[in-house]
């Protein structure tokens, strides 16, 4: 069962016949495949016939790793993520990239040691001796290539599945055990023989088994986004007419030669020098367009109050430089319908891309040309099924893996927000994280006043007595002198009515959980936390009564990184705990305040204070937002930067003038030490050229 889906329901449902063309499709270019490059061909392949960046010779036809990863669609995809799956590829740099065991080597030298593992691959599998496999080192550097290789040659022995992390989710799905640490072809073996023993799937081909795990069971998280299809929208009829979203940095080449986005942002530096660092958040989003895979969401725009259609990702991202301008090019099939002005404007819409909340777009998506609605302004569709935000996800996946979870950052990075958000997740209220501030504070002031959520603030004073057990006075009592009474504590209550209700979820959220001392606090229930010891009875050390903590508890803290480190908690604490870290997001303040860009401003303070201080130190988005939304006047700007800003890098910077300059530049009075004041009117001009100037220029 899985998002209340059960796969048996789900396989009677599907319509097999619709996979007919894309079968017949996948068919011709697995022959594609064979004919181009014979498996009797493969020991003397060539490397120019290989590799990825360069120049195949004339007549030859796209190279090996071209014709799997982009011509092959139909056989399953190998997108996304950097050309790095190859093992080796020629870098746009001049210099080859190779994967770990071939550092160092000669390009023909590593070739012939990569060609010779895939040879042997192919001689094993051939011979039914698939543990083989599991001996060729080289070949686990490419995880997706390799298996969609022996899938495409041995087609009766491997499904057309080959994300590491997709295998194992479907492996979970039917019931076998994922194990981590193996080679995904034998994942994809094991997946292969769970779906033989499952009688729905009798008589299924693997590209039915494929298409149908991905339709309704997609392991993805999928984030929706905002992509302006030019400067005010100048490039939409091409986009509309021809079925693609496609985006500007031409300079920078192929995005898919890319392994990292510090590795970009490097080249975003070099082509767009700026004062204080090239844009990390930019490259993050690049390669995320990269990345989109076929079925994501997204939304194209004119302008901030405009959404020209809404379309579904049809394709692999392509490199076009044959093109005049926009070389950056996903194929989109588009929907006209959902065009609409809205009625207010949405400010974070102003560069190129932005994050789209789901139950936004769910809005977008309930308009139509005939409504009467008033778009961008109702509730979403009822019986809509709720998509759960990223961030809420990961905190619900390592708590389903862990138990327990402490999400760690600097102050403002919303970690209490994102606490109570997986709560209500976790209450069956997940319907109200798209909504407005005070729909979601009604709703977690609701939930906390329930029988299934605590929270609780740590501090130096907070003990065992109050967490588990302990003698208190007992404030009922009527004779003379003090009378102490055995209490449980909050941990101790919620586990009992846990343990009355094993087929629900309770939680307790710890804000704060460092500012306590942890050892003194859960005493021997430190060790009941892990999953494995759930209902393992122990003896309390007070009152000497037998508890357990049940498997249905979960617990969540918060961490400020600025005032302790994870290193500096108890090592058994650490071992007990998924560590998250939620850091500073550009994207919850994306809009402008006159000449500035307040995420362009927020990324590049925190890009100095990083430099300068350490990443704990950085400042979260929450300090230039206002009611949930992005600061937007002259006077909110002020009063965040000298009220709240200013003070907590004063605090920081203690005694140190010099860093404090270090960091604000031009801000500071360089002979006293001490920050500038100014009308609010002149504040966003002064942030913009001391923190902003030479960032590429938005484009919505």
Request: include cysteine.
């Amino acid at each position: 069962m899985t998002n209340g889906v059960d796969v048996r329901t789900a396989a009677a449902e599907f319509d097999r016949t619709a996979v007919a063309d894309a079968e017949s499709a996948a068919e011709d270019e697995r022959k594609q495949v064979l004919s181009q490059f014979p498996l009797e061909e493969w020991a003397e392949l060539p490397l120019e016939r290989y590799a990825l960046g360069q120049t195949a010779p004339p007549g030859s036809g796209p190279t090996y790793c071209r014709l799997l990863e982009f011509l092959t669609p139909n056989l399953g995809s190998i997108r996304g993520g950097s050309a790095a799956k190859h093992i080796m590829y020629h870098h746009v740099s001049g210099e080859w990239r190779l994967a770990a065991p071939l550092r160092g080597m000669d390009p023909q030298d590593a070739w012939a040691e990569l060609r010779g593992q895939f040879v042997r691959a192919f001689d094993a599998v051939g011979a039914g001796d698939f543990d083989a496999l599991d001996d060729l080192e080289v070949l686990w550097y490419g995880p997706t290539l390799v298996t969609k290789s022996l899938a495409t040659y041995f087609p009766q022995h491997f499904l057309p599945i080959y994300a590491a992390e997709h295998l194992r989710t479907f492996v979970t799905l039917l019931g076998g055990e994922a194990q981590a640490g193996i080679p995904a072809s034998r994942t994809n073996r094991h997946l292969r023989e769970l779906v033989r023993t499952r009688e729905e799937f009798e008589g299924w081909t693997g590209q039915e088994v494929m298409r149908f795990l991905y339709k309704h069971f997609n392991p993805r998280q999928r984030t929706i986004w905002k992509i302006a299809p030019g400067e005010r929208g100048r490039l939409w009829e091409e986009c509309r007419d021809s079925g693609f979203i496609c985006v500007g940095w031409d300079e920078l080449g192929d995005l898919g030669q890319y392994q990292s986005d510090t590795e970009l942002k490097q080249a975003l530096d070099a082509h767009w020098p700026r004062s204080s660092g090239g844009s990390l958040t930019l490259a993050r989003r690049l390669l995320a367009f990269r990345d989109l895979e076929t079925g994501d969401r997204v939304v194209a725009n004119r302008g901030m109050d405009e959404v020209l259609a809404t379309g579904r990702i049809d394709g692999s991202y392509r490199y076009d430089p044959d093109r005049p301008e926009f070389h950056h090019v996903v194929p989109v099939v588009w929907d006209l319908s959902h065009a609409q002005k809205l009625s207010k404007p949405l400010r974070g819409w102003r560069s190129t891309f932005a994050k789209v909340d789901p139950s936004l777009f769910a809005r977008f998506t309930a308009h139509n040309a005939g409504s009467h609605s008033a778009p961008g302004t109702g509730q979403a569709q009822a019986g809509a099924p709720v998509a759960l935000p990223d961030d809420v996800q990961v905190v619900l996946d390592a708590l389903e893996r862990k138990g327990q979870v402490i999400l760690h950052g600097p102050p403002g990075t919303g970690k209490t927000r994102l606490a109570l958000g997986a709560a209500l997740a976790l209450d069956g209220r997940a319907d109200v994280l798209g909504t407005d501030a005070r729909q979601r504070a009604e709703a977690q002031a609701e939930m906390l006043h329930g029988d299934h959520v605590r929270m609780v603030t740590f501090h130096p004073s907070y003990g065992y007595e109050d967490f588990v057990e302990g003698f208190k006075p007992d404030l009922s009592a009527t004779g003379p002198g003090l009378a102490l009474a055995l209490t449980d504590g909050l941990f101790h209550s919620l586990c009992s009515r846990a343990a009355a209700h094993p087929d629900q979820t309770f939680l307790l959220v710890v804000d704060e959980i460092n500012r306590g001392d942890l050892p003194r606090i859960f005493g021997e229930l430190i060790t009941l936390l892990e999953l494995d010891k759930r209902n393992l009875p122990v003896a309390l050390s007070v009152s000497k009564r037998r508890f357990s903590v049940p498997p249905n508890v979960r617990v969540i803290g918060t961490m400020n990184t600025a005032d302790r480190s994870i290193s500096h908690l108890d090592a058994a604490v650490r071992r007990r705990f998924a560590f998250l870290p939620v850091g500073p997001d550009p994207d919850a303040v994306s809009g402008t305040v006159g000449p500035l860009d307040l995420a362009a401003f927020f990324e590049s303070l925190n890009t100095r204070i990083a430099r300068h201080l350490d990443a704990d130190h950085q400042i979260g988005h929450a300090y230039l937002l206002r009611d949930g939304e992005p600061i937007a006047t002259e006077e909110d700007l002020a009063a965040a930067f000298h009220h709240e800003v200013i003070p907590l890098l004063e605090d920081y910077c203690l005694g140190r003038a010099e860093l404090l300059h270090r960091i604000l530049g031009g801000l500071v009075d360089a002979e006293t030490g001490r920050p500038l004041l100014m009308p609010p009117q002149d504040l966003a001009d002064a942030l913009a050229t001391e923190f902003t100037s030479g960032v590429p220029g938005p484009d919505a």
